[in-house]
């Protein structure tokens, strides 16, 4: 893979082949989070895409300045609106505690839901108008807490544990099949209330201009050092230039060029340090007490059962962390675009992309997961590009008229599924438990 994207950066540009190691690298994590949820104990969760909006949705939160006048306008009556419901909640609570008789419970809490609607109701619709009618075009929205982005990611990882954890109280109970179903749709769910509530984070609007752990382009282009920098590291092809004039230009386009490949690199450096802590982590729990018990109920639930393990605890303990590390990687790929575009996130596609990244690299094995999130968003990203040259050299014979040839290169861009398709059937006939194949350390 390091291979690949070196000759990416030989005949493309190193900007390009950067790019691609940074979603690579996030690719990674989020194969890690579902590759603990399968690979460790066996569960299907098709909601990854549900749990990476929500850790975009944290750097939104948490990274962008509050919006004064949408608080003033009604962002105080919609924690008015919070505190209703965790009233409701903890009364609900202490009534299914109080009363002994069925119809008394039924009746006291049908009760307190309805009021509580119809309260919440008349005060949140009212607030969330007036929210979204401030400057709608650049704002619209509460903001955020202006705190460093850094930190969103942390929040990003316990949003979706919290999440999940809710989750996995209500459809862990589900079959296998039923609950791939209820994740699925769960996650949709999450990703049309963020698309449609626009005073949370603008809804479809999107919300560009994030911060970023990193410095702009921009500014490395005025800095004093970076441009020496530059100059210095290209001062042999410098000296061949005569004029003074072509001499600037020429360094004021390499200089472009180097502030993009700083920026990425320096993304990079985060990320890499997310997957190997991530990898040293999942290691050690995959190969210790705890996960040889994961792996046990895993494959036989009856057995694990009967010797005493919380199936349904572990069950629960396995789902959140996984969706916390999804999270996690949402909130990376975030605040590597530096905007949140709630549309983009698609559980019905994306997320099987995910899928096909874990079994592809090897279910169960840490490395495998990393390994297949490499391999497939490379051929993901590279497949178009692929398509085209393969394109234009079986067919360099034929005239830049023809029909099949101009066919083949308008649909290169759909290439993709075909290879991945492709791919994937190759590796699930001959090396159907991934490239690296869970291994199984005895003690």
Known sequence: MVFLIILVGIFQSWSIALSILNYCLISAVMTIGANIQWGYAGLINFGIMGYT?????????????????????????????????????????????KYKSKKNKIIAITSI??????????????????IESIDPAKTGFLGGLGLPVLFSWIVGGLFAAGVAFIIGKIALGLRADY?????????????????????????VKNVIGLKRPAPYEIDLQNTEWFINLVEKFNSTKLKLINTVSERQDILAKLVIDASSVFVKLC?????????????????????????????????????????????????????????????????????N????????????????????????????????????????????????PMSIFLINFFTVHLPETNELKIHLINSAPY?????????????????????????????
């Open 337 to 384: 675009d530096g905007l949140f575009t709630p549309g983009s996130y698609r559980p019905m596609r994306y997320t099987f992309v995910i899928w096909v990244m874990v079994i592809v690299g090897g279910t169960g094995n840490n490395f495998g997961a990393i390994l297949g999130g490499f391999a497939v968003w490379f051929l993901w990203v590279q497949a178009a």
């Open 113 to 130: 839901i309805v009021f509580g609607i119809l309260l919440i109701r008349s005060i949140a619709i009212p607030a969330i108008e007036s």
């Open 179 to 203: 609950l791939a179903i209820a994740t699925l749709l769960i996650a949709e769910i999450i990703v049309s209330i963020i698309k449609h509530e626009d005073w949370l984070a603008r809804g």
């Open 53 to 97: 909006a929500l850790g975009g949705l944290a750097v939104v939160l948490i990274s962008v300045a509050p919006v004064p006048e949408a608080w003033n306008a009604g962002g105080f009556n919609l924690i008015l609106c919070l505190m209703i419901v965790t009233l409701m909640v903890t009364l609900i609570k202490f009534l299914l505690t």
């Open 415 to 443: 290439f993709r599924f075909l290879i991945i398709g492709i791919g994937l059937l190759i590796i699930m006939r001959y090396r159907p438990q991934g490239i690296l194949p869970e291994k199984i350390v005895k003690h």
């Open 267 to 335: 993304f990079t450096s985060l990320f890499l340090v997310v997957v190997v802590t991530l990898l040293i982590l999942t290691q050690r729990a995959l190969y210790s007490p705890w996960g040889r018990k994961m792996r046990a109920i895993r494959d036989n639930e009856i057995s694990a059962g009967a010797m005493g393990k919380n199936v349904v605890k572990e069950h629960l303990l396995i789902f959140v962390l996984g969706s916390a590390i999804v999270g996690l990687a949402g909130a990376m790929m975030v605040t």
